[in-house]
């Protein structure tokens, strides 16, 4: 009996490891395939047929990820690899490939801010010793796709997002979470106006030690809601001539050092400048995820569009409309539907993107704009013939729109921005009187000046950004009627004056001086905490009605002279 059990187990035995070896040999057999054909960075490969779409395949090495290719297209006995590491002509047919049961990842956390990287997340601008050196501990590995937030996960878009942009802050409020197009020709100002909002959060970002931040992402506090906004600069078939620019114009505003630039230039394979949009999303996703308002700046979805369009083109698949594949919409709608605010037990982060579209001939009706627009919560759309008529940046106001509207506004700023929009619209209407030349009824020709001195102060230059007070000042001062006697020549005058505190202090009696001080003191702290303006605005009438008695007594009569 006891040897007839021996006998028993040790068939036991045997049968497992045989069921074992053959497991081995079936993972083996459908974990390496054969190349049977390569052209134009596309590997077709035999015997992988349990692969799944967006997994890493290792070509001539299972080991070596010198030459890795993407997996875009399923067939019944082949799949179709586009390269996105390697060169293809190190490879030839019969060369075996192999699967790696992994996605695309990239890196994110706090040592990728201040860094240009590529989509798979190499440091472009580092070597890698000295990286190490300093930065290894606050980088992390993130799958570049991942699941957007539920409904559930998700609540409304209520946090401002400030651009500095007086045009942008009062007409077309831009939320925390929010999605927001930028549309225009080329040479518009479509990324000058993406890198002064960036410029903008240099206003109130506090410089702290990556160690603090990383530390700081753990607690359970409000503060790092809106202490701190990491922004995400995804450049997509750019020059390397132009992210160096961009990476010199934030490091002269000091806004690098919260920026994160992730880059792929014009000769880059179209697999990488495709998977771009999705790494600078999966950065963002990293601070979101631990309660930070991030920032993704997409420049730009056509390029993009036609780099999907360049894979599916190759891939054989069949066109659509001006050549594109039939799920191009799909590919944006991904993409762009990872942005949200994240409810306070998701960690009360948020994501806001802005995409930027390239238009041809200002046509808004082409396909991928058309696209984008239905996608996305609002458009900013930039025209020539206004930036050319000397207003910058030349938005209109006409065909832009924010789907959020005075939700995604601070008290003070929706106070004062419900006058200036009735004001403008009636601006617009009578606009065309001025051009006959005949007598005005005084009323309208109130409202008319109104508008010219608006264009006035929302014309800003390149890079320049305004503080909040500063745009609460400026709107309360035109729609109250402080500026009815003040010259439009003077106007930069009038306000550059009145934040100059030191030239001020000269004219104001003490009490008046300590009610200004209060005024250009405030920050976007207080104002985030005062939910009551009413006791600030009422200091800040007080402050205007003296300051423009003594502009008008003391100034505007010298230059009007």
């Known amino acids: 009996m006891f040897f007839l059990n021996l006998i028993l187990n040790n068939n036991k035995i045997n049968n497992k490891k045989l069921n074992y070896n053959l497991f081995l040999k079936k ?44 997996v875009m297209n399923l067939d019944l006995e082949l799949i179709k690899v586009m390269i996105i590491k390697g060169d293809q002509t190190h490879l030839t047919k019969g060369s075996k490939a192999y699967r790696t049961y992994g996605t695309v990842t990239t890196r994110s956390g706090f040592g990728v801010l201040g860094q240009i990287i590529s989509p798979l997340g190499k440091f472009l601008n580092t070597i890698e010793s000295d990286f190490k050196k300093y930065a290894l501990l606050h980088v992390y590995t993130v799958e570049i796709h991942q699941k957007s937030p539920s409904i559930i996960e998700r609540e409304s878009v209520s946090t401002p997002f400030l651009t500095g942009i007086l045009s942008i802050d009062c007409f ?84 690098l050092y919260y920026t994160c630039i992730v880059f792929t230039s014009s000769d880059s394979y179209a697999s990488l400048q495709y998977l771009a949009p999705y790494a600078g999303a999966a950065v963002g996703e990293w601070f979101r995820n631990r309660g930070y308002n991030a920032i993704v700046i997409y420049d730009d979805l056509s390029q993009h569009a036609v780099a999907y369009r360049q894979i599916s083109l190759l891939l054989r698949r069949p066109p659509g409309r001006e050549a594109y594949p039939g799920d191009i919409f799909y590919i944006h709608s991904r993409l762009l539907e990872r942005a949200a605010q994240l409810i306070k037990s998701k960690g009360g982060g948020s994501l806001t993107s802005l995409p930027l579209v390239e238009t041809q001939g200002n046509d808004i009706s082409a396909y991928i704009p058309t696209n984008v627009i239905s996608i996305t919560d609002g458009q900013i759309f930039l025209s020539p013939a206004i930036l050319n008529s000397g207003i910058r940046p030349g938005i209109d106001l006409g065909l832009s729109v924010s789907r959020v509207g005075s939700r995604a506004q601070y008290d003070s700023m929706k106070f004062v921005c419900k006058q200036i929009k009735l004001d403008y619209i009636f601006f617009r209407m009578y606009e065309g009187l001025t051009k006959f030349g005949s007598d005005i009824d005084p009323s309208l020709k109130l409202y008319i000046e109104k508008g010219y001195k608006l264009n006035k102060l929302m014309t800003q230059s390149l890079f320049e950004t305004k503080s909040l ?34 030239f001020i202090s000269m004219y104001l009696q003490k009490k008046e001086y300590y009610k200004y001080l209060i005024i250009s003191n405030i920050t976007l702290e207080s104002l985030y905490r005062m939910g009551n303006f009413s006791a600030l605005l009422e200091d800040l009438r007080e402050v205007l009605v003296l300051y423009k008695n003594f502009f008008i007594s003391e100034i505007h009569t010298v230059f009007i002279n």
């Open 27 to 70: 993972i083996r057999t459908n974990s390496t395939g054969t190349i049977t054909n390569i052209y134009d960075n596309v590997i077709i490969i035999k015997g992988l047929n349990d692969s799944f779409v967006g997994e890493i395949i290792n070509l001539n090495s299972a080991s070596l990820t010198s030459h890795q290719g993407i």
């Open 172 to 255: 077309i409020p831009i939320g925390c979470g929010q999605r927001q197009l930028i549309i225009g020709d080329i040479n518009s100002g479509k990324t000058s106006l993406a890198l002064t909002a960036i410029i903008n959060q240099s206003h109130f970002m506090n410089l702290m030690d990556k160690s603090w931040r990383l530390f700081e992402s753990s607690l359970k506090t409000e503060w790092k809601y809106w202490r701190f906004m990491p922004c995400i600069f995804v450049a997509i078939g750019k020059k390397r001539s132009e992210v160096i620019r961009i990476k010199f114009i934030l490091s002269n505003f000091n806004a």
């Open 469 to 502: 007070i500063e745009e609460v000042s400026m709107l309360l001062s035109l729609s109250e009627g402080y500026l009815d006697n003040i010259s439009i020549h003077l106007l930069y005058e009038f306000f550059d004056i009145f934040f100059n505190r030191q």
